[in-house]
């Protein structure tokens, strides 16, 4: 469940009213950039901003403020309150904004939500569904005549492509008493994700609406009157985990041979292949991976022979990749000792062989491999070792392998690949968000930091690597040693 | 003599390469008969569970495992497949232990793939010999939840859960020891020379 803390701004300074009411405002401080810096130390999933002025004047009104608090704190932000507008909306959206709550406007104008829905997708539009007695209010919760049901409405927004809304109880808001959970399960029973606000004081109802499955909740007043700690919080629903991130050596393999090409092409030949595993195995690799880049037939019965003799000499997990098109091919190379293996050409030419291949031997043994060009700001698949555009467009294409299927994604740049300029990280995020399988980091790292940053920044959870292993340029228990140091999870 | 259960589901070559490496003599099993030609046996486990239950059924191996006094191994599935019920496939368990196979929530990805910190709250013949963490290697998107009476290692993903057992003569990890390095080699060892 996601914790979101909660900063309402009134002229410049943090308040909290008690069930919407202007003339009942308490002021918390008058530096909310400090609090939202505060806030944003906790590992918060998001940071809900209201522009309570915004709301009840019904245009943005401290739109400057809220612009410096999201530029400078390093957690995604949230905003409501007074986005009437086009130029209000995407003036936020545009400016680090990861997603704005409309209100008013797009109760009053469909049209309006239609258009920014097409425009940002419901990632960065929500809804605020503000409720007294099952009626909407606008304005700021100043109008409850809008003669507007709120299951009716969710209905209507749902159908329109809302996914994810705020609901806020206002009989209950600020009150430090405990939610309405009735309410919220209701509108998540209506098939949106909800997110609860209005009366979240304690630890035993965040507990309560996490067991309800509780998209995300907003905790306002109860963070100001000590009521709750966030670090606490945030300890409580933070899913525990010791997993560690993995470091995968990458061989590429012809016969019994590791070679190592630059942008897919020159190869050099660098030495055996089982004496090379072994090697990695010994230093500490978490996984090894190789991949049969020649693939023509006589190569494939070589290849079965070198999986089964790498198998018997190292007793960590591998997987076998390149020019794999069949479930009986996948069969051979699991039945001569492998644990998984990955398809690339062939899953984007026959997309159903990822869903059939998972079935027979579990999702587990199935990593899509995915090449990928960045073009005119678009990152773009490639197939058939680099040579061919897919025309298929990378996220869209890693949430369909994930929804067939796929156990893991394995995300190579090409034109990263060989060139030690580090992996690209805006790649490596946006695939890592769009799914929820494993995301390995393949194509550029040429030092440490370059790992570090796919780990960290591009929230990768394991990096391939080939030539700084095989050039010596970085060992790995070195570089374990490193990330270990930089507090990431590793296993030394 | 290790007998390794053959239920046509999971790929058995790893644990057979494994039990090479450490040199202990074993044949595969597929039926009750070739239960007495063994004295330990090892049940590993890729795969769902409703197959795997199916299987098990078909070859009639699951009554001989339900009663069998010999020392018994678990990998992965092989863990599940001790428990109650399963939510994988929603089929009925050997019920050898008591408790349910959970899917783990999306709060973090699933299914866990990676070494965890494995860590060890009572001792055993299995565990002789190990740090009190270690890291293991994990595949699961299905849990069984910790409990005192059976846990003897427990792990963190998402939620705190049983990830070595102990009921008798029957042992079981969630992880793979087979593809856990030389401390997953221990411990095979130790299920094959110390676990009576």
Redesign the interface.
């Known amino acids: 469940?996601q914790i979101i803390p909660a900063i309402d701004i009134i002229n410049g300074q943090c308040v909290r009213l008690t069930k919407g009411d202007f003339n009942s405002q308490t002021s918390y401080s008058n530096d909310p950039l400090t609090l939202a810096k505060n806030f944003a130390k906790q590992n918060i999933d998001f940071l809900h901003i209201v522009d309570l002025d915004g709301a009840r004047f019904q245009k943005s009104c401290n739109q400057k403020l809220i612009l410096q608090i999201a530029k400078t704190i390093n957690k995604p932000v949230e905003v409501g309150g007074g986005i009437r507008s086009l130029e209000s909306a995407e003036m936020y959206l545009r400016n680090g904004v990861s997603r704005i709550i409309l209100g008013t406007k797009a109760i009053e104008n469909k049209s309006f939500l239609k258009f920014l829905l097409k425009k940002y997708g419901p990632e960065k539009i929500i809804l605020g569904l503000d409720v007294k007695n099952n009626q909407l209010g606008i304005n700021g919760w100043q109008n409850f005549n809008s003669q507007k049901n709120v299951f009716e409405f969710a209905k209507e927004i749902k159908k329109m492509g809302v996914k994810t809304v705020v609901v806020t109880d206002i009989n209950k808001d600020g009150t430090l008493t405990t939610p309405n959970f009735k309410l919220f399960q209701k509108i998540q029973n209506l098939g949106l994700n909800v997110i609860a606000s209005g009366g979240v004081s304690t630890l035993n109802s965040l507990q309560k609406l996490k067991k309800l499955n509780i998209t995300g909740a907003i905790i306002g007043k109860a963070l100001y009157e000590n009521k709750l700690d966030l670090s606490e919080v945030v300890k409580t629903f933070t899913?525990?985990?010791?997993?560690?991130?993995?470091i995968i050596p990458c061989l590429d393999i012809i016969e019994d041979k590791v070679v190592k090409g630059v942008n897919f092409q020159k190869m050099q030949v660098i030495g055996d292949a089982v004496k090379i595993a072994q090697k990695y195995?010994q230093q500490g690799a978490?996984e090894l991976v190789f991949l049969d880049i020649k693939a023509t037939k006589d190569n494939k019965k070589t290849i079965i022979e070198t999986v089964k003799k790498i198998?018997?000499k190292i007793?960590?997990?591998f997987t076998v990749g390149g020019g794999i098109s069949s479930l009986s091919r996948i069969k051979k190379i699991?039945?001569?000792?492998a644990?998984k293996v990955s398809l690339n050409t062939a899953a984007v030419l026959n997309p159903q062989l990822i869903n059939r291949a998972a079935k027979q031997?579990?999702?587990?043994?199935i990593v899509i491999a995915i090449d990928v060009k960045k073009e005119d700001q678009t990152y773009q698949v490639y197939i058939k070792a680099g040579t061919q555009k897919a025309n298929l467009e990378a996220v869209s294409w890693a949430k369909t392998v994930a929804k067939l299927g796929a156990?893991?994604i394995l995300l190579t740049s090409i034109d990263r690949d060989g060139t030690k300029k580090g992996y690209d990280i805006e790649l490596l995020n946006k695939i890592s968000k769009a799914v929820?399988?494993?995301v390995i980091a393949s194509g550029g790292a040429g030092s440490k930091n370059d790992i570090k940053a796919a780990l960290t920044q591009g929230q990768a959870?394991?990096v391939l690597a080939a030539s700084i292993f095989h050039q010596k340029k970085v060992t790995i228990k070195s570089l374990k040693n490193y990330l270990f140091k930089s507090n990431l999870p590793i296993?030394l | 003599m290790i007998g390794i259960i053959d239920y046509g589901a999971g790929?058995l070559?790893?644990v057979k390469?494994?039990l090479?490496?450490i040199k202990q003599p074993f044949r595969v099993i597929t039926n009750f008969a070739e239960f007495n030609s063994v004295d330990k046996i090892i049940l590993p486990g890729?795969?769902?569970a409703a197959f795997a239950m199916q299987q098990l059924k078909k070859q009639n191996l699951i009554t001989a495992i339900q009663k069998t006094k010999k020392p018994f191994l678990g990998i992965c599935l092989g863990l599940q497949l001790l428990a109650e019920f399963s939510e994988e496939g929603q089929t009925a368990c050997l019920g050898l232990i008591k408790g349910n196979i959970k899917r783990f929530?999306?709060?973090?990805?699933?299914?866990?793939?990676?070494?965890?910190?494995v860590k060890t709250i009572n001792k055993t013949p299995l565990t002789d010999g190990l740090n009190p963490e270690n890291?293991f290697?994990?595949?699961n998107?299905y849990y069984l939840e910790f409990s005192k009476q059976y846990a003897i290692a427990t792990?963190?993903?998402?939620?705190?859960f049983t990830s070595i057992l102990k009921y008798k003569n029957f042992y079981a990890t969630q992880f793979?020891p087979?593809?856990?390095?030389?401390i997953?080699?221990q411990l095979l060892s130790n299920f094959c020379n110390k676990c009576k």
């Open positions: 469940m899913p525990k985990s010791n997993l560690t991130k993995r195995y978490d198998a018997a007793f960590i997990p699991l039945r001569a000792g644990d031997f579990g999702s587990q043994a156990g893991e929820n399988i494993p959870d394991a296993r | 790929n070559q790893s390469n494994a090479q490496a890729v795969g769902a929530s999306e709060d973090l990805k699933v299914p866990q793939i990676g070494w965890n910190k890291y290697y994990f595949v998107s792990a963190d993903y998402i939620e705190t793979h087979e593809r856990s390095g030389k997953g080699l």
